[in-house]
């Protein structure tokens, strides 16, 4: 099976840190070109040497902010003047946790725009390149929440069904090309972002830390949580030409936990 990625250009958004940064040192190690993107230089500087270059990879990486689309449209087109991507990997930081019903209209809009409306743009930048190279694959990182919505993750189980919908539609119009579009829902894994959420949740329910930690792993079957870089091996297999065949679906790397198929 050719799981291999050399001479292949991805760019990979929210790669600073965590899922994203694993996504990226995977595809590095398949022998991917890799263009790293999030908010932080010193964090973008430091994963950048990280990366694989034993194929003779060439890496960068663009400072851009997703909650202004339309800068990062700018800053995309400038990359696409001299490369042509063949893949494409959707990764942005989820909402603030709370109840739908506390969610206020700017909470939503501030996440539409940070997650669908930007993998949109990126996404249509990107297509006309997969379709003239012959090989395109768009990976969404979601949430296992678009297939049974988290307690206290409002604005965030609305946004991921509307990308999980969106993702379907795309990769049905885009099929005949060859082009794949997939989505990987992590469920907990050991992130900043997963702290974050547990830290909520104990500040709301005067538990300690330790304890809401333990109740969420109770709840996952292999009864641990996950690893960064075990989300990226679902990652580069489906950005691989193994995957070829593969597109519109959602593929949960929870240990289990989501209780349905």
């Known amino acids: 099976m050719n799981f291999d990625l050399t001479n292949k250009n991805a760019l990979v958004c929210g790669s600073s840190k965590g899922i994203g940064k ?4 995977a595809l ?4 991917a070109n890799i263009t790293l993107t999030a908010r932080n230089e010193d964090s973008l500087l430091q994963t950048i040497k990280e990366l694989d270059k034993s194929k003779g990879q060439q890496h960068d990486f663009v400072i851009a902010d997703f909650s202004k689309p339309d800068e990062l449209k700018e800053l995309i087109q400038h990359q696409l003047r001299e490369t042509t991507y063949h893949i494409l990997v959707n990764n942005t930081g989820g909402p603030p946790a709370g109840n739908i019903a506390d969610a206020t209209v ?8 940070n997650h669908l409306l930007c993998n949109h743009i990126l996404a249509t930048l990107l297509i006309p390149g997969m ?3 012959g090989y395109g694959r768009i990976i969404n990182m979601i949430s296992t929440s678009v297939k049974i919505p988290l307690k206290g993750l409002g604005v965030s189980n609305t946004i991921r069904g509307a990308v999980a919908n969106w993702s379907k539609t795309l990769a049905n119009e885009l099929a005949p090309f060859g082009i ?3 989505n990987i829902l992590p469920g907990a894994t050991n992130t900043d972002r997963l702290k974050e959420i547990i830290k909520a949740k104990a500040f709301k329910t005067g538990n300690r830390i ?3 930690e333990q109740e969420m792993i109770h709840e996952i079957p292999m009864q641990r949580f996950g690893d960064a870089m075990e989300v990226a091996a ?5 950005a691989s030409p193994a995957a070829s065949y593969i597109t519109g679906i959602n593929i949960p790397v929870d240990g289990g936990r989501t209780g349905s198929l």
Do not use: M, P, R, Y
Request: hydrophobic share 55%; net charge negative.
């Open 22 to 25: 694993a996504v990226a040192i």
């Open 28 to 31: 590095a190690e398949a022998g």
């Open 106 to 113: 700017e909470q939503f809009q501030n996440a539409f725009a």
């Open 131 to 133: 379709k003239k190279s």
């Open 180 to 182: 794949t579009v997939n």
């Open 210 to 212: 330790e304890e809401e």
């Open 234 to 238: 679902a990652v580069a297999f489906l």
